[in-house]
């Protein structure tokens, strides 16, 4: 058995489809920042699933949730773009 948040799969997946839209950086360190902040404003969604089964779960569930996910990607993309976490050479930002 396996305890997953599927909202997890859905939003990485909901990058892959929105970020071509928009220009900004496509590196894993920013897809991580939009996956995290946008996980943060949606709900988590955990299911208990064999292995496998999994992904047939997250097909049926993930029309309930697809504006909400759109949005909530789109607004973390915008908010990673102009506040990147790293410099034009990939050199991380310090924060206070």
């Not at 996980?39 to 049926?60: C, F, H, M, R």
């Amino acid at each position: 058995m396996q305890l997953k948040n599927y909202m997890e799969v859905i939003v990485k997946d909901a990058i892959e489809d929105i970020l071509p839209d928009i220009n900004m950086c496509r590196c894993e360190r920013c897809k991580l920042d939009i996956a995290a902040k946008a996980l943060n404003d949606l709900p988590a969604s955990y299911v208990v699933t064999q292995k496998g089964e999994i992904y047939s779960k997250i097909n049926k569930l993930r029309s309930q949730f697809e504006v909400d996910v759109i949005a909530a990607v789109t607004k973390a993309a915008i908010l990673i773009k102009r506040n990147p976490s790293h410099d034009e050479n990939g050199k991380e930002i310090e924060r206070d």
